[in-house]
T-cell receptor
Framework: KAGVTQTPRYLIKTRGQQVTLSCSPI?????VSWYQQTPGQGLQFLFE???????NKGNFPGRFSGRQFSNSRSEMNVSTLELGDSALYLC???????????????????FGPGTRLTVL | AQSVTQLGSHVSVSEGALVLLRCNYS??????LFWYVQYPNQGLQLLLK??????LVKGINGFEAEFKKSETSFHLTKPSAHMSDAAEYFC??????????????FGKGTLLTVNP
């Protein structure tokens, strides 16, 4: 079974531009989460999508947005890029939540290789 | 809000020595805990997870972790380090948030160096 794929793997943009990153989850996984990884802040949760709906959002400005398509593929968009947006953006997929509450929290998240975004 | 503290941003061991990476969590409810490993220029790979079954959890590549509620700890160990274990290790706790929301809260990570 193919793993989580992310495209592109590397991206260079300049301040003020916008960028769209793509994530294809493992077949059968309907939940997709996005994380930002930087040396200073570590791994931070951006948002999670399930069945084309954003279910949870981290503490990031509105410039960061995302969506999920009917085939569970997800995209995240960052508008008006800033230097501080330079980071590794990781996508993770997990099985659809079959149980409420704790059962879902135990689901393993499978991570893609990430997209390295550099903002100049 | 849940949080994770990893003691030691950098741990260095000799090949064949015991590996001990420390993780303490803060949670108001019984947590689900995870250890992930990240090799250079790669994503995160799950080593093991605790989901309220056995307190001693065995994972891949010879790693294991013990959940200790009284100490709010979930330390990762491996009896004998191998050169291929050199990587960054992250402890994480699942956060159910409100309702059925779900996210992982990560520690800052521990870089493991294995010396020949």
């Amino acid at each position: 079974k193919a793993g989580v794929t992310q495209t592109p793997r590397y991206l260079i943009k300049t301040r003020g531009q916008q960028v769209t990153l793509s994530c294809s989850p493992i077949s059968g996984h309907r939940s997709v989460s996005w994380y930002q990884q930087t040396p200073g802040q570590g791994l931070q949760f951006l948002f999670e999508y399930f069945s084309e709906t954003q279910r949870n959002k981290g503490n990031f400005p509105g410039r960061f947005s995302g969506r999920q398509f009917s085939n569970s593929r997800s995209e995240m968009n960052v508008s008006t890029l800033e230097l501080g947006d330079s980071a590794l953006y990781l996508c993770a997929s997990s099985l659809s939540p079959g149980l409420a509450g704790g059962g879902r929290g135990a689901n393993e998240q499978f991570f893609g290789p990430g997209t390295r975004l550099t903002v100049l | 809000a849940q949080s994770v503290t990893q003691l030691g941003s950098h741990v260095s061991v000799s090949e064949g020595a015991l590996v001990l990476l420390r993780c303490n969590y803060s949670s108001s409810v019984p947590p689900y805990l995870f250890w992930y490993v990240q090799y250079p220029n790669q994503g995160l790979q799950l080593l093991l997870k605790y989901t309220s079954a056995a307190t001693l959890v065995k994972g891949i590549n010879g790693f294991e972790a013990e959940f200790k509620k009284s100490e709010t700890s979930f330390h990762l160990t491996k009896p004998s380090a191998h050169m291929s274990d050199a990587a960054e290790y992250f402890c994480a706790v699942s956060d159910l948030g409100g309702g059925s929301n779900y996210k992982l809260t990560f520690g800052k990570g521990t870089l493991l160096t294995v010396n020949p």
